[in-house]
């Protein structure tokens, strides 16, 4: 069954680093997805991406962070000066819209990043 | 008020039990109701997708939804030890599609 691979799964980084987390998306999905998870919280969406731009972003999804989608299988989160509060779980998803019809379609997620700011 | 509200738990049942996971939501704008099962370090997994109310079945699984009182639901029948982990209810509004997640039910079945 196709899915969503994430690299790497677990990123230690200082604080004030830039650090990029790598997804690759399955491969006939057409949204793609950033969402975070602090330890014993709740999952939060970060972002949306369509169509090589920005669909939708959270308040969380601040100017630290970008999305790319730079060639035709990779989709990547940049956190441009980590905070120690950017410590998570990150994970990416993708889905098709062109499913049953479009409309909203369930979004399959990877095993996510860890996140470690020092 | 929170968007969307989900029993934490932890729920422990016996091999066998029949196990009922419930949220509850308070915008009317959502119209698309997921659960997914979250293993420990592991990704949420997709279980069941449903769009409208009523039930919905899939093997031992079987979501409820009721839009009238913003409500849903998920059965596991014949509960597994394999079973034991993280649920989570997600939901999303008809124009929107970033999911509003629960904050998860930890369910152990005892073998």
């Known amino acids: 069954e196709p899915e969503v691979t994430q690299t790497p799964s677990h990123q230690v980084t200082q604080m004030g680093q830039e650090v990029i987390l790598r997804c690759v998306p399955i491969?006939?999905?057409?949204?793609f997805y950033w969402y975070r998870q602090i330890l014993g919280q709740k999952v939060e969406f970060l972002v949306s991406?369509?169509?090589?731009?920005?669909?939708?972003k959270s308040e969380i999804f601040d100017d630290q962070f970008s999305v790319e989608r730079p060639d035709g299988s990779n989709f990547t989160l940049k956190i441009r000066s980590t905070k120690l509060e950017d410590s998570a779980m990150y994970f990416c998803?993708?889905?098709?819209?062109?499913?049953?019809?479009?409309?909203?379609?369930?979004?399959?997620f990877g095993d996510g990043t860890r996140l470690s700011i020092l | 008020q929170k968007e969307v509200e989900q029993d934490p738990g932890p729920l422990s049942v016996p091999e066998g039990a029949i196990v009922s996971l419930n949220c509850t939501y308070s915008?009317?704008?959502?119209?698309?109701f997921m659960w997914y099962r979250q293993y420990s370090r592991k990704g949420p997994e997709l279980l069941m997708y449903?769009?409208?109310?009523g039930n919905k079945e899939d093997g031992r699984f079987t979501a409820q939804v009721d839009k009238s009182s913003k409500y849903i639901s998920l059965f596991i029948r014949d509960s597994q030890p394999s079973d034991s982990a993280t649920y989570l209810c997600?939901?999303?509004?008809?124009?929107?599609?970033?999911?509003?997640f629960g904050s998860g039910t930890q369910l152990t079945v005892l073998p």
């Open positions: 998803a993708s889905s098709d819209p062109r499913v049953a019809g479009g409309g909203d379609q369930p979004q399959h």
């Open positions: 915008n009317s704008a959502f119209q698309y």
């Open positions: 449903t769009y409208s109310s």
């Open positions: 991406f369509y169509n090589n731009e920005i669909s939708e």
């Open positions: 491969s006939n999905h057409l949204y």
């Open positions: 997600a939901i999303a509004s008809g124009s929107a599609r970033q999911l509003t």
